[in-house]
């Protein structure tokens, strides 16, 4: 008998003979004693007919009863739609691959039409011999492939002031996760050549796109040589519009402002430009009035996606499963504890994958759920030792006048009706 | 001076100074002189006005520049389009996930609606207690996340003859790449108990859909209580209405056919049901008449995808780079070997990442392309240590009979044009 077919006998039956068996899994005998289920007993429509051909669409899409997982805005956030952002669904959302037709948007001035043929990506400044690139010529230089989040600097934003917004997707549904294919930025520096730079510890690249916008941001020569990426591809096709085709740069771990799309020119620079992007926005104002800057790398953050408020509990008690994402902008998540008492007494979650390097990383918790409200907190741990702190640690050092980098413990109240509602603990 | 800084002077310049320069990356001075470019000198229209906002539609789209990265038929495959399959625009991505909206379609008799609500899986037979499960119900189990290939038995299989299909897409394009969440079949075969079933070795179970077709086959329960997932979401979201919504079988590693969709039914048996799906298709038929079943497994194979018929290369002589997939239903990819003259010498490809198990697994060879006609082939390696064969090396064991499982080692002929064919060599 293989390893395989030994059955582990103390392995908890998670449904059958519990509390949760009359709303949960139901034993056929059971069922027919209830009344029959139609849905077994009876041929259904679905089973005596043909379906849809295939290729009945160009290109796929969801089917309609899931029509309500979708991107979606805040009214209220912004003055118009062209500077402005949505939010990924992951409330209803699994695993760690963010699908680009409901990964979050953010534009300064609307999402440009850039055709391949049409494209150019100048690098000048301080380099040997300043190159323009076509969108051919990027796909001659060898490509790598990595998975990372993306995390716009503004996400749970809102909640510095209080329990705000109340879902998950408009809390902390600013980030996606894809798969980037794309060639590194140092390889198209060596390109170009950085002898012209000379010392390169203290150079700086400044990028910016091909919008109205222009979006530019300073990157330290450090992390353009390190693992910032020219990418083309996400999840294994083009990029979408709105996500910067037909080039986007992918800077992993750092907010996502600095993901500069329809990316159009790389400069070398001896300073940073102190751009706009970086002096009036994107800096955070502590209570005292001044702002720190050059806040770039967006530091481990978790929370819980369901049961959240728009994913409320639908069963009785019994069994749970508790579900969420946690990320660090340092590297890879190794831990990520669970609370269900509002940070009184903590349990280590189950991580689907190990962590990996600036990437989404799943959390389960399968636990069991008696019936009573709870206080849903997640709590994220990454690889230098870094700990997700709680909204009183984080406003103890930053205070409550910032817009950006908001990565503290949130907290669900989940009643006993199964609902939640996003609650501030003292 | 930090690592990162130490520029590999080593490293060649891939295009600067090679014999593309006219054709690939254009100094900026040599441009000017050239002739100003547009692109560059002048203001475009998407840099001087807004783009689209936010949430122009519910779900996003490719841009319609892409249009042609889409799925596709050949009409001449089969007579109708209910029990029908269309191919993955392979030759057109990159990296390894495929997007559900272009990922390859196979339906018995269409792609039925059938709602979450409406949902019933029943686990019945030689179990303790016959279970029936709601969708709800499911969601309560603990899940795993894991991303699997799902190749067809039919993949390549118009190539048993010789070279029919001209283009990766139609050639391999039957195979997807998914991040799955879903829960173990273990689990639930556990949950109804497998008491009753004695002596595990030698049981099945037989699993079916709620189409019309039911596409009923039978698994080893060895296999069933490995790494089977029934699996709810792919790529982090619902799965398609064509991919199986809202419940759909996972049987990493083996033939497609056996990843039942919409499934209804999971019964234990003392015997394999011998179905329709099991003797009279997916069964491989000898040179001497006999047929091989039981052949479950998708050995290991690669091909290129870029360049190739519909990918061709669109510059002069110089760098190029040769991408591909490869991927092994026994385990990872450990190496690929890429051939520019038909399988006389070798040369091991970049893997992008290491090989994962039952994955698709992306390769590049960074090359010099002298402009002479090639002929491009690729060749898989797994941790079995089984190679991937060439189409004589199949044919003397296998025959042309078959159908289904062609791994063989396929040819590209790439002309000094650039242009690419399919062909055999002998």
């Not at 582990?8 to 519990?18: E, I, Y």
């Not at 990426?229 to 992918?250: D, I, T």
Request: net charge negative.
């Amino acid at each position: 008998m293989s390893e395989s077919f030994k059955t582990k006998t103390s392995r908890r039956a998670f449904l059958r003979g519990s509390a949760a068996m009359a709303a949960g899994a139901v034993a056929a005998g059971q069922a027919r004693a209830a009344g029959p289920d139609p849905l077994i007993t009876e041929v259904q429509p679905w089973a005596s007919g043909l379906g849809d051909p295939v290729d009945a669409a160009p290109y796929g899409l969801p089917i309609e009863h899931e029509g309500d997982v979708i991107r979606r805005n805040v009214e209220w956030l912004t003055a118009d739609t062209y500077s402005s952002i949505n939010f990924t669904p992951i409330h209803a959302l699994d695993g760690t691959i963010t699908p680009q037709g409901c990964a979050f948007e953010r534009h300064h001035s609307g999402a440009i039409d850039l055709r391949k043929k049409d494209y150019r990506l100048m690098i000048n400044g301080l380099v040997d011999t300043p190159l323009v690139f076509t969108y051919a010529d990027l796909e001659r230089f060898p490509r790598e492939n990595h998975v990372y989040f993306c995390e716009c600097a503004a996400n749970t934003g809102m909640e510095w002031k209080g329990a705000q917004l109340n879902g998950a997707q408009f809390t902390h549904g600013m980030i996606h996760n894809m798969e980037y294919t794309g060639v590194t930025l140092r390889t198209l520096l060596e390109e170009a050549g950085l002898g012209a730079a000379g010392d390169l510890s203290d150079k700086w690249v400044y990028v910016e796109g091909a919008d109205a916008s222009s979006n530019g941001r300073s990157i330290p020569m450090d992390k353009a040589l390190d693992d910032v990426l020219v990418a083309f591809k996400a999840n294994g096709e083009a990029l979408r519009k709105e996500h910067g085709y037909p080039v986007r740069l992918v800077v992993p771990g750092w907010e996502g402002n600095m993901w500069v799309k329809w990316l159009r020119r790389i400069e070398v620079m001896s300073n940073a430009v102190e751009s706009r992007e970086e002096t009036s926005k994107y800096t955070d104002t502590l209570a005292n009035g001044i702002s720190r800057k050059w806040t770039w790398v967006m530091d481990a953050k978790s929370v819980i996606t369901s049961p959240s408020p728009q994913a409320p509990i639908t069963h009785g008690p019994g069994a749970l499963v508790i579900s969420g994402l946690a990320w660090s902008g340092r590297g890879a998540i190794t831990r990520v504890d669970v609370s269900l008492d509002g940070g009184i007494s903590w349990q280590t979650a189950r991580l689907a994958k190990p962590g990996e390097d600036k990437a989404l990383t799943r959390f389960y918790l399968d636990t069991h759920w008696d019936g009573s409200e709870m206080l849903l907190q997640s709590r994220a741990m990454d690889d230098t030792g870094y700990v997700q702190p709680t909204k009183a640690q984080l406003r103890d050092v930053r205070g409550e006048n910032s817009i950006y980098h908001n990565n503290c413990i949130q907290t669900w109240w989940v009643r006993e009706t199964g609902e939640a509602e996003n609650v501030e603990v003292s």
